[in-house]
């Protein structure tokens, strides 16, 4: 018997620590109303992956009574303290252990995990950007294949996989092209994503075939040009629906922006948006 349309709600970059107190709120009393049927949370969960900031955000996670997965993002692997950011990079996770990088069986519909968060990278330095190890793909392409044939998928990511910036080919994900070509051959709904901390909605063009690339904004202050925003995202049969719900009522092509720009990084001033919404400022401003 066909089921009957799936509803996600894909949240991104909360970082806890520069939390929107008043966007979570409501994030979560959507959740809590219109309990959507899955909650995939794209990484950057803390700032700067303090104790303090993981209690809270494990707080908030759990308290959210429906199937989440939770991506690992740039900014939860200990940025201070050295030796547990090299031997034990995901010990703060303790607390949602089980939620981490975990895989969500739906209806004919699996959300299979892709790590692009590396503790360290040797080609450059600093590390924010993405890296698809070749580890980290094999295990992402045998989830994907151990699903019956016909099974729609949805891969999580942090980093958008887009491996060159389109305007002057700067490297932003290590192996991204490659990867989206092995999606795509798979042909898998979408790639989700975040780290970018506005939505987009763009479909790549592989040797493989098109893919989707689905990312959410933040639901931080640390905004970039468009208000704080998650996706609810609809599948009914083979459709993928959009939609990045905000409180500012800015409609979602308004949101989505056109290319996958590089990181994101705080405005000027607190509170400052540093771009008008829609579109992608060439540099981001210095950083105080
Ligand atoms: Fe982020
Ligand atoms: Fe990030």
Redesign the pocket.
């Known amino acids: 018997m066909p089921c009957g349309p799936i509803k996600l709600f894909h949240l991104?970059?909360i970082?806890f620590g520069l939390e929107d107190q008043r966007a979570i709120d409501w994030v979560r009393d959507c959740i809590a109303r219109e309990r959507p049927d899955a909650v995939a949370i794209t990484?950057?969960l803390t700032m700067r992956a303090r104790h303090r900031e993981f209690r809270a955000a494990c707080e908030w996670i759990t308290a959210l009574d429906v199937p989440v997965t939770v991506e690992v993002?740039?900014?939860d692997i200990p940025y201070f303290n050295l030796y547990q950011r090299f031997f034990a990079p995901y010990q703060r996770f303790k607390k949602i252990e089980k939620l981490v990088e975990t895989q969500l069986d739906l209806p004919d519909l699996a959300i299979v995990p892709l790590r692009t968060t590396t503790r360290a990278q040797y080609q450059r330095f600093p590390w924010s950007n993405g890296w698809v190890t070749e580890r980290a793909l094999d295990h992402c392409l045998e989830a994907i294949d151990a699903h019956p044939e016909g099974t729609r998928i949805l891969v999580t990511a942090h980093h958008p996989l887009t491996e060159r910036r389109e305007r002057d080919g700067k490297l932003l994900t290590i192996n991204g092209t490659s990867t989206m070509e092995a999606l795509a051959g798979r042909k898998v709904m979408a790639i989700l994503s975040?780290?970018i901390?506005d939505p987009f909605d763009l479909t790549a063009d592989t040797a493989a075939g098109p893919l989707r690339m689905v990312g959410a904004g933040?639901l931080?202050r640390?905004i970039r040009s468009t208000p704080p925003s998650f996706n609810e995202i609809t599948i009914d049969g083979d459709t993928l629906h959009v939609e990045a719900r905000n409180l500012e009522r800015v409609a979602t092509p308004a949101m989505q922006i056109p290319e996958v720009p590089e990181n994101?990084l705080p405005p000027r001033e607190p509170g400052e948006p540093i771009s008008a919404v829609g579109t992608v400022p060439p540099e981001d401003p210095p950083v105080h």
């Open positions: 991104s970059d970082h990484g950057d993002g740039n900014h975040g780290h901390h933040t931080s640390r994101a």
